[in-house]
């Protein structure tokens, strides 16, 4: 006995879409080939036979294509009723997003005791749950960009609760808590030391930037509900409140934020972490110029998915509705608070996702001459 092969001649005569092309290909390469074992006198017959079969498993194969012809048809029709619905769907959801972007943001009222209420007007969303946290007398550990709210929310808190608000930010000496003898040999107060022991608010504000013996000292005070000063040992007064305000969780710096410290871990262990988040809401409302703060918005989101560098806080809202309201061109607008110091290469960067406008500060200087 011996072998022969025969072939399958490769039919030229495509369908027309590419898709029943692609399975009309990978169908005939299933049986690409056929190896047939024949005597010699059956050699000569065997060529039509196999034709023949060939020809049988063809008229298969088209009816198979016929039959994803049918169902592709109708997936296409599916898909085309199911896009006017996902059209009415989006159109739904983009009216509530619109709805919640010009939202009033929320308004506090706090009632302490028997005090008369305190109408703080509108404030951060977050604010109820820092004064909530507070109130507990907790420490509290604000953590958020720059320009999100952490000192203003800090300033409400302490008139929330009618107590007098002090403020320090980065320290390089732990003096500027402790205080100081001068030469006179006077004790030269600070503004911890009035809060810690006269009762009130204490911000210290980028904790995270400050000397890391200075950070461990303020520890000290919050764990011991008493402090050594230079002149005196001071206990920690019943109203006294205390939030730490930082651009990091204290793990050190990080890609936007480089000039912090890596806080010690009893230091973080005394408060309560609160992730501060900008509020686009009561931006808009401060800002009072829709168009404006939609185009910050939209580039703070571009800048955050292209993950670049540079932070749009929403003083760039604030502050550039207040520069147009005073009559300065938008772009000189757009460099002084949104670029600031960004190449024009990647200022067109941020921009293709935009409008696809091109940024030239040269008709800033020609509009200004």
């Excluded at 990978?26 to 060939?54: C, G, M, R, S």
């Excluded at 049918?70 to 085309?80: A, F, K, P, Q, V």
């Excluded at 230079?230 to 934020?257: L, M, S, W």
Aim: glycine share 6%.
């Amino acid at each position: 006995m011996s072998k022969g092969k025969l072939i399958k001649p490769r039919n030229l005569d495509y369908p027309d879409n590419q898709l029943e092309r692609n399975v009309y290909d990978i169908v005939h390469k299933v049986i690409p080939q056929y190896e047939v074992d024949v005597t010699n006198e059956d050699w000569q017959n065997a060529d039509e036979e196999l034709k023949e079969e060939l020809t049988e498993i063809d008229n298969e194969i088209r009816e198979s294509i016929d039959s994803l012809k049918e169902n592709i048809s109708s997936i296409e029709n599916r898909l085309g009723n199911n896009e006017g619905n996902l059209s009415d769907e989006l159109v739904k959801i983009k009216s509530e997003i619109e709805s919640i972007k010009i939202r009033k943001p929320i308004e506090v009222i706090v009632k302490v005791d028997n005090k008369k209420p305190n109408d703080l007007g509108t404030q951060h969303f977050q604010f109820p749950e820092l004064i909530k946290i507070l109130a507990t007398k907790l420490n509290v550990y604000l953590v958020g960009p720059a320009g999100s709210g952490k000192t203003t929310a800090a300033i409400n808190c302490a008139k929330a609760l009618g107590i007098p608000f002090h403020f320090t930010g980065a320290i390089a000496s732990e003096f500027k808590l402790t205080g100081f003898i001068n030469a006179q040999g006077q004790i030269v107060s600070t503004e911890f030391r009035k809060a810690y022991e006269s009762g009130g608010l204490f911000l210290f504000d980028e904790i995270d930037a400050s000397y890391p013996q200075a950070v461990l000292a303020f520890n000290a005070a919050l764990a011991n509900d008493y402090m050594d000063f230079p002149d005196k040992r001071v206990e920690r007064h019943k109203d006294f409140y205390c939030i730490a305000a930082a651009n990091t969780f204290g793990q050190g710096a990080d890609r936007q934020y480089i000039g912090r410290n890596q806080l010690d871990a009893a230091s973080l262990d005394r408060f309560v972490f609160i992730d501060w988040k900008f509020d686009e809401n009561l931006e808009r409302e401060l800002a009072a110029n829709e168009d404006w703060v939609n185009f910050v918005q939209e580039v703070r989101r571009v800048i955050a998915e292209l993950k670049i560098r540079h932070i749009v806080s929403p003083r760039a809202s604030i502050f550039g509705a207040k520069l147009l309201a005073s009559g300065l061109s938008r772009k000189m607008v757009e460099k002084s608070v949104i670029w600031k110091g960004l190449d024009i290469s990647t200022i067109n960067t941020i921009l293709e996702d935009l409008d696809n406008y091109e940024y030239n500060p040269e008709e800033d200087e020609e509009e200004n001459d």
